[in-house]
Structure formats: structure tokens, C-alpha cells
């Protein structure tokens, strides 16, 4: 299932290192070495492909294609078993589904070969470039913690200010009516004898309503996949808040060459902002090159 390659590794091609990539053709390249030998015989199968230094295994390398957004696993040669001490070659990608091991294993997403012709072969039916639904649920996990993170911001601060009142946090439901009840009464003109609590009970009400709008049970929204061509690929998502969130089925992922003007208003705004920081009723951007636009 799609949700499965969530919990693969993936790596940015924009966090490679330049001086990690690996030029087979340079002479300080000890060719000797099985992984390289892996390396420049896959190249030669699947044209444009690079490689880099793997930061996950030192036996490894990233398999690259500079125009995607992701690099598309990694190859490598050892005795990654721990049990034979018999070096193999394999093949590590999100698309393999090995199932000996357990989907939390990194061992479900890896074939091993003893020689290197059977090696290539396996490596170029498994390693390819994202398709936008697995570029959109490896997302999910980055829009989720970005959401959860926003959200706790708002529940501080209404804690804070809910003590603020009362000095500590004890029946928040029924205080929440009382407090409600006291906030019009002000509005409406009532003056406490303190004079502070008309300000303490307006902050409560206000970051209370912040935390209301966030707490919602969906968060629909339309992505925007920036592609290398300078085409965006859309879809639609039903709740940014959903665990490993897919494309909805229910309307067509496209690429087109430009957006429409209600979307590209809000990308041009989550353009000037940071990635992975989320505006409340516009949406956020991912250091992958998607904008998630929520409808509100």
C-alpha cells in the first residue's frame, strides 16, 4: 500500500552535498571497489543517473537524477546482514517490498545479490524517479509535524492564558462556558472590579479561538508539486491532518504550466515565508518543492 513508503528513507537531492558527488570517470576513484564497480555498470543501464556519498550506510551510494526531486534509493556492497561476513551487493529503494522483514524494517525495502550482473538487473526494475503520489505521502510526515507543531502553539497559549485566570489548569470544559459567559458580559459593557481581568479574559477568548480553528477535524487542501520543468503537478488532498495522506481519488492529479490564479495567490505568498513553516488560511511550503494550499 501506498502509505508503506512513508516509512522508507528518502533524501532530498537539494541536501546532497556537492562534494559528495562521485565522478567514476576521475582517476582518485578507487574503481576496485565493488560499489563503484556496481555504480558505473548501472550508469550504463540507466542513463543521466549520478551518484553520491550515502549518509545512511558508508558502503553505499545515492542513485541521483539531477532533474528529480528526490534521489531514488541507493546501491551498495558489504555484509550488510551481519551474519555471513560475505560482502553482496543490493539494492535499497521504496518501490521493493521484501516481505521477510517487517514495513518498519529497512531490510523490507532491500534486495540483495551475490554477483554484480544480478545486482543491475534488480536496480533497474526497482530504482525510478517519484511518481506525485509518492512525493505527496512523503510529505504527509513533514505537513503533519509542521500542523501538530502549529497547533501546539495555539494550545500553549491558551493554557497560558487560562491560568492567567484562574492560576492553574483544572476543568477545562466547564470553565470554558464560564469564561465564555464572562467574555460577553464585557463585551457588552460589564466592568470587573479588577480592571486586568477584561484584558485577561479578551486574550483568553481570542487564543482560545485560535486554537478552535486549528483543532478542526479536516484540513482539505490542493498541492502543487514544482516540477524541474517549471510545470506544476496538482491535486487535491481531503485532510492535511490525515496520517500518510494521499492524492483524493476522487479528482485528477495534473501537470500544467501555470496555476490558477486563486493558487498561484497563495504560493506567491508561501513563497516569501521559510519551508516548513505553516499560515493559518493560506497552507505551507516544503523544502521538496510542494506548496500544500488549504481552502480556507
Known sequence: MLYIVRRAKHKLVSELDPSDKIDLDSVAIPMAHNKYLFADALRKKLRGVEFYKC???????????????YAMGYIGYGDIMKTSHEPKYYVYCRTISNEKYSDFDDFYFTKIRGDIDAAVRVACQY?????????????????????????????????????????????????????????????QGYQPVDATLGDKVRDWYKAKEGKDSVYRKKLPATFALHNSNNTFTVGR?????????????????????????????????????????YVAGVGMRLNSGAFYVVDE
Not at 55 to 69: R, S
Not at 128 to 153: G, K, L, W
Not at 257 to 263: C, K, Q, T, V
Open 55 to 69: 549518509d545512511i550506510k558508508t558502503n553505499a551510494l545515492w542513485v541521483v537524477h539531477p532533474d528529480d526531486t
Open 237 to 277: 488532498v481531503n485532510d492535511l491532518n490525515g496520517y500518510a495522506f494521499t492524492p483524493a481519488h476522487e479528482t485528477p492529479v495534473q501537470t500544467i504550466d501555470s496555476l490558477p490564479e486563486d493558487i498561484e495567490g497563495k504560493v506567491a505568498v508561501l513563497s516569501m515565508v521559510d519551508t516548513g513553516h
Open 127 to 187: 530504482i525510478r524517479p517519484y511518481t506525485p503520489a509518492e512525493r505527496v505521502v512523503v510529505d504527509s510526515s513533514i505537513v503533519n509535524d509542521v500542523i501538530d507543531s502549529y497547533r501546539h502553539t495555539f494550545s500553549k497559549q491558551e493554557t497560558g492564558c487560562r491560568r492567567a485566570l484562574i492560576g492553574q489548569k483544572t476543568h477545562e470544559s466547564d470553565e470554558n462556558d464560564l469564561f465564555t459567559e464572562l467574555y460577553r458580559a464585557i463585551e
